[in-house]
């Protein structure tokens, strides 16, 4: 599988919403078709033994989503000049890492969600044991398919980098140490700083690691890859600004999710401690700092600003 050659210039912006993303979503549609692709290629099929395992790994992974994730680490190998297979392969190893994290989320002794991504939640259709076991395959699975890239002709020192940003992104300083403070915390016992704390291991992390790895899959230079990490820290911050906000004024069939959640149970958002409008200014700032990152770069990276446009735009 060969990724088709990204267009150097950016689509024009208007003042109509629709016009100035209508060329990002061609891409992010052509992106999302090529993840699903390769998912569906690499995963093992659900006939496999044990059967009921792979039926739910599939399950969750192959039930769509907007695989934000993938698409940005194509976005950032793909603006250096990077293409492939295992391109593709790193990519989808980030995505599997991200279902496992819902999977988890989900469940009872965790968020205890009925809904993701427009349909039950793992442990609603497998139940708890079999969704934990799920969850644990596809953490596994990711790390697999990152060593597997030297297998690919990745030089192994440069598939071992991708490795290892990974597991430093989702481990005890990352996504599971996020999940534990949010866990420990609600509305009435949080701070600015703790909830930036949450939302920079809990989602940031991981993104932040989809763009540290599409920069070492693209052989970005030091400059690059400190700019490029430093974008991936606002951009995380962006995006959970932006999915806090739309738990409050989104609905469930465009979340793909239960709506309303994090108010009633008076989890840690920035809507929560801030209030709407606060929380609104700080995704614009999180969205001009990202920007002004990518002006930075030594090499433009355009998908990555359409990108940074688009997530914030989710909510205006």
């Not at 680490?73 to 599997?96: I, W």
């Not at 799920?134 to 990711?142: H, V, Y």
């Not at 939302?199 to 920069?215: D, P, Q, Y």
Request: a negative charge.
């Amino acid at each position: 599988m060969t990724l088709p050659k990204q267009s150097s210039s950016s689509p024009a912006v208007t003042s109509e919403k629709k016009q100035t993303f209508r060329g990002l979503e061609s891409y992010l549609a052509d992106r999302q078709k090529l993840v699903d692709s390769a998912l569906d290629q690499w995963l093992l099929p659900s006939s496999t033994v044990p059967q009921r395992l792979h039926e739910a790994m599939r399950y969750s992974v192959c039930a769509g989503g907007k695989r934000i994730r993938p698409i940005l680490c194509l976005a950032v190998a793909e603006g250096l000049g990077a293409s492939g297979d295992a391109v593709c392969k790193a990519a989808a190893a980030l995505e599997l890492m991200h279902t496992s994290s819902l999977i988890h989320d989900d469940l009872p002794a965790l968020d205890n969600d009925d809904l993701r991504r427009g349909r039950p939640t793992s442990h609603k259709v497998f139940g708890e044991a079999m969704a934990i076991m799920a969850g644990d395959a596809l953490i596994m699975l990711s790390f697999q398919w990152l060593a597997d890239l030297v297998l690919m002709g990745v030089p192994a020192e440069q598939a071992i980098e991708t490795l290892r940003i990974l597991t430093s992104a989702v481990g005890n300083q990352g996504m599971v140490a996020g999940q534990v403070l949010d866990l420990q915390h609600d509305q009435r016992s949080i701070d600015l700083e703790t909830l930036q704390q949450i939302h920079r291991w809990k989602t940031g992390a991981l993104l932040r690691a989809a763009v540290e790895i599409g920069a070492v899959m693209g052989g970005a230079g030091t400059e690059e890859r400190q700019l490029l990490a430093r974008f991936g820290d606002k951009i995380g911050l962006l995006f959970q600004i932006v999915d806090d906000i739309l738990d409050v004024v989104g609905t469930a069939e465009s979340l793909g999710k239960t709506p309303g959640k994090d108010q009633r149970e008076q989890k840690a958002t920035y809507p929560n401690l801030l209030g709407l409008d606060e929380a609104r200014q700080r995704a614009q700032t999180a969205k001009s700092e990202a920007l002004q990152l990518l002006a930075e770069l030594p090499r433009p990276i355009p998908r990555l600003r359409e990108l940074t446009e688009y997530i914030h735009h989710r909510v205006n």
